[in-house]
T-cell receptor
Framework: GNSVTQMEGPVTLSEEAFLTINCTYTATGYPSLFWYVQYPGEGLQLLLKATKADDKGSNKGFEATYRKETTSFHLEKGSVQVSDSAVYFC??????????????FGQGTILTVHP | EPEVTQTPSHQVTQMGQEVILRCVPISNHLYFYWYRQILGQKVEFLVSFYNNEISEKSEIFDDQFSVERPDGSNFTLKIRSTKLEDSAMYFCASLDRPLNSPLHFGNGTRLTVT
C-alpha cells in the first residue's frame, strides 16, 4: 500500500533561516504529491502540489520537486518567517475519480520559527 | 474564499453514546470526505461520498460509523456507540472536480470520549 514518511520534528529555526523538511513515499504507479499546512486552530490548507516526475510545486516562497528516482518530495524555503510556524504534512494520492481525494499523509512536522 | 465549516469545534461525550459530527462542504462541491487524526498520529482517510452514496471506506470505518447528506448542504459523520479510541480530531473535506482542484478541509472537530 501507499505510505509517506516525513522527517521527525519538531523543527525550530530562527527567522530568515533555510528550511528543509524531508518527505519520501512509497506508492504504485504515478502518484500526485502534496504539501499541506495547518496553522494553529485552522484546518489543513494545500500549500503546493506536483502531479508528475520533475514537476516543481511552489507557493508563498516554498518549493518542492517531485523526484521519482529517489521517491522524494522535500519541502524547502530559503528564508522562513515567524508566520510560517505551523504543522506541515506531506501527502499523496495515486487514484482518480472520487478516490483522488483519498490522501495518504505523513505524520506531520511541527515548525517553529523564532524572531 | 468559500470554506468548509465544521461544528462543533470540540465535542465531549461519554463512552457508548452516539455522536454526530457536522460539516457544511463548499456549496458547488460534489465529493465529500472524512478523515481523522488521533493525537500524535497521522491523518487517516475514513470515507469518501459521492452521488449520495459511499464511494470508498477504510478499515477504520466499521459498522459503528455512518455518513449522511441529509439535505443539500450538510454532510454528517455519526458514530453509533463511541469508544475511548474514537477520541481524535475529525476533518471533513470536499472536492470540486478531481485532478483540477485541491481538496478543501474544514478546521476539524476534536472529539473526546470519556
Amino acid at each position: 500500500g501507499n505510505s509517506v514518511t516525513q522527517m521527525e520534528g519538531p523543527v525550530t529555526l530562527s527567522e530568515e533561516a533555510f528550511l528543509t523538511i524531508n518527505c519520501t513515499y512509497t506508492a504504485t504507479g504515478y502518484p500526485s504529491l502534496f504539501w499541506y499546512v495547518q496553522y494553529p486552530g485552522e484546518g489543513l490548507q494545500l500549500l503546493l502540489k506536483a502531479t508528475k516526475a520533475d514537476d516543481k510545486g511552489s507557493n508563498k516562497g516554498f518549493e518542492a520537486t517531485y523526484r521519482k528516482e529517489t521517491t522524494s518530495f522535500h519541502l524547502e524555503k530559503g528564508s522562513v518567517q515567524v508566520s510560517d510556524s505551523a504543522v506541515y504534512f506531506c501527502a499523496l494520492t495515486n487514484a482518480g475519480g472520487t478516490s483522488y481525494g483519498k490522501l495518504t499523509f505523513g505524520q506531520g512536522t511541527i515548525l517553529t520559527v523564532h524572531p | 474564499e468559500p470554506e468548509v465549516t465544521q461544528t462543533p469545534s470540540h465535542q465531549v461525550t461519554q463512552m457508548g453514546q452516539e455522536v454526530i459530527l457536522r460539516c457544511v462542504p463548499i456549496s458547488n462541491h460534489l465529493y465529500f470526505y472524512w478523515y481523522r487524526q488521533i493525537l500524535g498520529q497521522k491523518v487517516e482517510f475514513l470515507v469518501s461520498f459521492y452521488n449520495n452514496e459511499i464511494s470508498e471506506k477504510s478499515e477504520i470505518f466499521d459498522d459503528q460509523f455512518s455518513v449522511e447528506r441529509p439535505d443539500g448542504s450538510n454532510f454528517t459523520l455519526k458514530i453509533r456507540s463511541t469508544k475511548l479510541e474514537d477520541s481524535a480530531m475529525y476533518f471533513c473535506a470536499s472536492l470540486d472536480r478531481p485532478l483540477n482542484s485541491p481538496l478543501h478541509f474544514g478546521n476539524g472537530t476534536r472529539l473526546t470520549v470519556t
